[in-house]
C-alpha cells in the first residue's frame, strides 16, 4: 500500500511539472524582449538602425520587428500595428523587408500539447495498473473492483508445518485444519463441521502469516493471501467488490486457505466514532460477513485472519460460522526462541563459538521475525568481514544494531527488569492457587506481549456464573494485589508495572459499593450511573445522582475494601515465601509455566525450606 502510494505521488508530481513545462514552452513565443519602441525610435532619430526585418502575424495587424543596429546589435520589437510601423520606418528613409505571414509552429502549436496529453494519460493508466495488480500478472487497466489477493498454488509453496518453529500448541490445533484440506471427504462422512474461519491473534512477527502459509503448503492447497488494508480504498464500493471477487476465485480453487492479514483494517467495530461511521469499510465488511455465511460448511474455503487488537474487531465477525476459533500466537519462549534461530540458521555456517541457547536467553520479547532479522544482520557482519561463516561477536554486534537501531530498545529486557516481572506474576499467581474461588492458574508467563504487559498470569477460563458473591470479588481484588505486594516483599520497592492491576482491583472494589450493596456504611442503594461504553459523551452530559458527601463515602469505603484485601494478601504471600521464591526462580528460567508445573511447587516433596536467598536485584 505505501509503496504505490508513493508512486502515486511520483506520477503526480510528475503530470505537475509537464503541465508547468507546456504552459512555460507557451510563454517563451511571446516573452518580452525588454526592448521599448521609445528606445526604437530614438536609435532611428540617431541614425543607428541599419536594417529592419517586418514579421507580420497571422489574422491580426499585430507583428515583431527583427532591428538590425549599425553597431551590429540585434533588437525584437513586437508591435500592435505592423503597417503603422512599416511607414514609420519609411519616414526615416529606411527600406524595412516585409516577410511573408509566417506559418504557425505546427509543431510547438498542435503536436506538442496533444503529445503531453498523451504522455499523461499513459502515466496514469501505467499508474493505475500498478496500483491494481500489485505485481501480480493478472492486473489489468482499471480493475478497481477486482481483487488484489496473490495467489500462491499447492505446488509452488514449500513452506510446510515443520519449517516453523516453536509453536507447537498452536501447530497442534491447525492439525485438523490440515486434514481437512487434505481429505474433505473423510470429515463430511461423519458429519463433522469445519470451522470456516479462524483468527490468529498475536504481535507482528510472531509468525501468524507463516502458520498459514504453512498450513497450506502441507496440505498443498492454493494459498490467497490480501492484507485488510487493501481492502479499504477511496472509492465506496470498491472493497465490498473486491471481496466479493475475491471469494469468487477462492471458489474456483478450493479447497483452499484466504488468509487476510491485518483484518482489523476492515473489520474494525461498526459504529462507534462520533459523528457517523466509514462508510466504505463497513460496507466491504459487510460483504466480508456475507461472503463467510454464504459458503457452505466443508465447501473447502478456510478462511485464515490475523491481528493483533482482537480488542477492536467487531464482534459480528466471531459469532459461529465465521471466525469461530481464535488462537492466540504468544511470543516464543526460550525453547521456542531456540528453535527459531536453529531454523535460521540452517543455511548460515555458524563458527564453532556460536551458543544459540545463549542467544535464545537473553532475546525474551523478541518475535521470531526479530530473531530472523538478527540472524541476519549477523550475516551481513560476517560477509563485511570477508568471513564464509558467522562467529559469535557478529550476532552480539547484531543484537545492538537490531535491538537499539529501532523502537524495539524497550524490548530488551535487564535480567532486573525479569526477576522483577517474575516475583510479581508468581505472587499473582500464588494468590490465585491459594484463594478458594479463583483460579487455578493455566498459565504464568514473563514473556513480554509487545503490548506492554511485561508478563501475564492466566486463570483456567471463567465457568459461565449468573452472579458472583462478594467473597468471590474480594478475592478478585486480592489476587490484583498480588503482584504489586511480591514486588513490596522481594525488592523492598515498588514499580510501575502494577499500573492495570490497581486500576482493575478499583473498579472492583467501587462496583461493590456502588452497585451491589456490598458495603456496610453505604447500604444497599445503586449509586452508578450505568457505565455503557458506547456513548463515550454521555458520563460528560450526565450529572452525578448523588450528593458530594455521599462521593467522600464511597471513596472511603473504596478504600478500606482495598486496604484490608492488601493486609490479608501480604499475609498469605509472607506465609508462601519460599513458594514464591521457588516459582520466580523457575519463571526465570522456563519463562513460562504450565498448570502442573506450578502446582508442583506446592508439593512437600518437592524441597522446601529457605534454601533459596532473597537475592536483591
Ligand atoms: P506475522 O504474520 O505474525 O506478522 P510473519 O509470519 O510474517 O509474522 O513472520 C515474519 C517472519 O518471521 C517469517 O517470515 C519468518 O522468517 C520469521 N518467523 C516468525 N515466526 C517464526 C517461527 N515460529 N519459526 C520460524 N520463523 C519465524
Ligand atoms: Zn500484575
Same mark, same amino acid.
Request: charged residues 25%; proline residues 4%.
Given at each position: 500500500?505505501?509503496?504505490?502510494?508513493?508512486?502515486f505521488?511520483?506520477?503526480?508530481?510528475?503530470i505537475i511539472?509537464?503541465?508547468f513545462?507546456?504552459?512555460?514552452?507557451? $510563454?517563451?513565443?511571446?516573452?518580452?524582449?525588454?526592448?521599448t #519602441?521609445?528606445q526604437?525610435?530614438?536609435q532611428?532619430?540617431?541614425n543607428?538602425?541599419a536594417?529592419v526585418?517586418?514579421?507580420p502575424n497571422?489574422?491580426t %495587424? $499585430?507583428?515583431?520587428?527583427e532591428?538590425?543596429?549599425?553597431?551590429?546589435?540585434?533588437?525584437t520589437?513586437?508591435?500592435?500595428?505592423?503597417?503603422?510601423?512599416?511607414a514609420?520606418?519609411?519616414?526615416?528613409?529606411l527600406d *524595412?523587408r516585409?516577410?511573408?505571414? &509566417?506559418?504557425e509552429?505546427?509543431?510547438?502549436?498542435s503536436?506538442? %500539447?496533444?503529445?503531453i496529453?498523451?504522455i499523461?494519460?499513459? +502515466?496514469?493508466?501505467v499508474?493505475?495498473?500498478?496500483?491494481?495488480?500489485?505485481?501480480?500478472?493478472?492486473?489489468k487497466?482499471?480493475?478497481f473492483?477486482?481483487?488484489?489477493?496473490r495467489?500462491?498454488?499447492?505446488?509452488?509453496?514449500?513452506?510446510?508445518?515443520?519449517?516453523?518453529a516453536?509453536? !507447537?500448541?498452536?501447530?497442534e490445533?491447525?492439525q485438523?485444519?490440515?486434514?481437512?484440506l487434505?481429505e &474433505?471427504?473423510?470429515? $463430511?462422512?461423519?458429519?463433522?463441521?469445519? *470451522?470456516?474461519?479462524i483468527l490468529?491473534?498475536?504481535?507482528?512477527?510472531?509468525g501468524?502469516?507463516?502458520?498459514?502459509?504453512a498450513?497450506?503448503?502441507?496440505?498443498?492447497v492454493?494459498? +490467497?493471501?490480501?492484507?485488510?488494508?487493501?481492502f479499504?480504498?477511496?472509492?465506496?464500493g470498491?472493497?465490498?467488490s473486491?471481496v466479493?471477487?475475491?471469494?469468487?476465485?477462492?471458489?474456483?480453487h478450493s479447497p483452499?486457505?484466504?488468509?487476510?492479514?491485518?483484518?482489523?483494517?476492515?473489520? #474494525?467495530?461498526?459504529?462507534?466514532?462520533?459523528?457517523?461511521g466509514?462508510?466504505?469499510?463497513? @460496507?466491504?465488511?459487510n460483504?466480508l460477513l456475507v461472503?463467510m455465511?454464504?459458503f457452505g460448511v466443508?465447501?473447502?474455503?478456510?478462511?485464515?485472519?490475523?491481528?493483533?487488537?482482537?480488542?477492536?474487531l467487531d464482534?459480528?465477525?466471531?459469532?459461529?460460522g #465465521?471466525?469461530d476459533?481464535?488462537?492466540t500466537?504468544?511470543h516464543?519462549?526460550?525453547?521456542?526462541?531456540?528453535e527459531?534461530?536453529?531454523?535460521?540458521?540452517e543455511? !548460515?555456517p555458524l563458527?564453532?563459538?556460536?551458543?544459540?541457547t545463549?542467544?535464545a @536467553?537473553?532475546?525474551a520479547?523478541f518475535?521470531?521475525?526479530?530473531?530472523?532479522?538478527?540472524?541476519?544482520e549477523?550475516a551481513?557482519n560476517?560477509a563485511?568481514?570477508?568471513?564464509?561463516?558467522?562467529k559469535?561477536?557478529?550476532?552480539?554486534?547484531?543484537?545492538?544494531k537490531?535491538?537499539?537501531?529501532?523502537e524495539?530498545?524497550?524490548?530488551?529486557?535487564?535480567?532486573k527488569e !525479569?526477576r522483577?516481572?517474575?516475583y510479581h506474576?508468581?505472587?499473582?499467581?500464588?494468590l490465585?492457587?491459594?484463594?478458594?474461588?479463583?483460579g %487455578?492458574v493455566?498459565?504464568?508467563?514473563?514473556? *513480554?506481549?509487545?503490548i506492554?504487559?511485561?508478563?501475564?498470569?492466566? %486463570?483456567?477460563?471463567?465457568?459461565d456464573e449468573?452472579?458472583?458473591?462478594?467473597?468471590?470479588?474480594? @478475592?478478585?481484588?486480592?489476587?490484583s494485589?498480588g503482584?504489586r505486594?511480591?514486588e513490596e516483599i522481594i +525488592?523492598?520497592?515498588?514499580?510501575?508495572?502494577?499500573?492495570?492491576?490497581i486500576k482493575?482491583?478499583?473498579?472492583?472494589a467501587? #462496583?461493590m459499593v456502588?452497585?451491589y450493596?456490598?458495603?456496610?456504611?453505604?447500604g444497599?442503594?445503586?449509586?452508578?450511573?450505568?457505565d455503557?461504553?458506547?456513548?463515550?459523551?454521555r458520563?460528560?452530559?450526565?450529572?452525578k445522582?448523588h450528593?458530594? =458527601?455521599i462521593?467522600?463515602?464511597?471513596d472511603r469505603?473504596?478504600?478500606?475494601?482495598i486496604d484490608?484485601?492488601?493486609?490479608?494478601a !501480604?499475609?498469605?504471600i509472607? =506465609?508462601?515465601?519460599s513458594?514464591?521464591?521457588?516459582?520466580?526462580?523457575?519463571?526465570l528460567?522456563?519463562?513460562?509455566?504450565?498448570?502442573d508445573e506450578?502446582?508442583?511447587l506446592f508439593d512437600?516433596?518437592?524441597? @522446601?525450606? =529457605?534454601?533459596?536467598s532473597p537475592?536483591?536485584?
Open positions: 500500500m505505501s509503496k504505490n502510494n508513493k508512486n505521488y511520483l506520477y503526480f508530481v510528475i511539472g509537464l503541465v513545462f507546456t504552459v512555460w514552452i507557451g $510563454t517563451l513565443r511571446v516573452q518580452n524582449s525588454g526592448y #519602441r521609445g526604437f525610435v530614438q532611428l532619430e540617431n543607428e538602425v536594417m526585418n517586418i514579421c497571422r489574422d %495587424p $499585430t507583428g515583431s520587428l532591428i538590425t543596429l549599425k553597431s551590429g546589435e540585434e533588437r520589437l513586437y508591435v500592435t500595428d505592423v503597417t503603422e510601423i512599416e514609420l520606418v519609411r519616414d526615416y528613409g *524595412p516585409v516577410e511573408s505571414v &509566417p506559418e509552429s505546427w509543431f510547438l502549436n503536436v506538442f %500539447p496533444i503529445l496529453m498523451v499523461a494519460f499513459v +502515466f496514469l493508466f499508474m493505475m495498473n500498478a496500483q491494481n495488480s500489485g505485481g501480480n500478472s493478472n492486473g487497466m482499471m480493475n473492483g477486482r481483487s488484489r489477493a495467489l500462491t498454488l499447492g505446488g509452488e509453496n514449500t513452506i510446510k508445518l515443520d519449517g516453523v516453536g509453536l !507447537k500448541e498452536e501447530k490445533e491447525l485438523e485444519i490440515v486434514e481437512f487434505k &474433505p471427504g473423510k470429515f $463430511t462422512k461423519v458429519g463433522a463441521r469445519i *470451522p470456516k474461519g490468529l491473534e498475536g504481535a507482528p512477527g510472531t501468524k502469516t507463516l502458520l498459514a502459509k498450513i497450506a503448503g502441507e496440505a498443498n492454493p494459498f +490467497f493471501s490480501i492484507s485488510g488494508s487493501d479499504v480504498e477511496m472509492f465506496v470498491v472493497g465490498a473486491r466479493r471477487d475475491m471469494f469468487a476465485e477462492a471458489k474456483r483452499c486457505i484466504i488468509f487476510i492479514d491485518e483484518i482489523d483494517a476492515v473489520a #474494525r467495530r461498526r459504529g462507534t466514532g462520533m459523528g457517523g466509514h462508510d466504505e469499510r463497513e @460496507q466491504t465488511l460483504q461472503e455465511d454464504g466443508n465447501e473447502g474455503i478456510i478462511v485464515m485472519a490475523a491481528t493483533n487488537r482482537v480488542d477492536i464482534p459480528a465477525i466471531l459469532r459461529p #465465521r471466525f476459533r481464535k488462537l500466537v504468544a516464543p519462549d526460550v525453547r521456542g526462541r531456540e527459531i534461530l536453529k531454523v535460521h540458521a543455511n !548460515k563458527g564453532d563459538d556460536v551458543d544459540l545463549q542467544i @536467553q537473553t532475546t520479547g518475535t521470531g521475525a526479530d530473531l530472523e532479522n538478527l540472524l541476519n549477523a551481513i560476517a563485511m568481514d570477508e568471513r564464509v561463516f558467522v559469535q561477536d557478529d550476532i552480539k554486534k547484531a543484537f545492538v537490531v535491538g537499539i537501531g529501532t524495539k530498545k524497550s524490548r530488551i529486557i535487564s535480567d !525479569k522483577i516481572t517474575a506474576e508468581a505472587g499473582h499467581a500464588i490465585f492457587h491459594v484463594l478458594p474461588d479463583v %487455578p493455566y498459565t504464568v508467563s514473563i514473556i *513480554p506481549t509487545g506492554g504487559a511485561a508478563g501475564y498470569t492466566m %486463570p483456567l477460563p471463567e465457568k449468573a452472579f458472583t458473591t462478594k467473597g468471590k470479588m474480594l @478475592q478478585d481484588i486480592m489476587v494485589l503482584g505486594i511480591a +525488592f523492598d520497592d515498588v514499580t510501575t508495572g502494577a499500573l492495570s492491576d482493575k482491583a478499583t473498579k472492583v467501587r #462496583r456502588t452497585r450493596g456490598m458495603s456496610e456504611n453505604i444497599i442503594i445503586n449509586y452508578d450511573d450505568d455503557d461504553e458506547v456513548f463515550i459523551g458520563d460528560l452530559a450526565h450529572a445522582s450528593s458530594e =458527601e462521593s467522600g463515602q464511597i469505603e473504596v478504600k478500606a475494601i484490608e484485601c492488601y493486609m490479608k !501480604k499475609e498469605i509472607m =506465609e508462601q515465601s513458594i514464591l521464591h521457588k516459582c520466580a526462580e523457575l519463571l528460567e522456563k519463562e513460562k509455566i504450565g498448570r506450578f502446582e508442583a512437600k516433596k518437592y524441597p @522446601q525450606p =529457605e534454601e533459596i537475592t536483591m536485584a
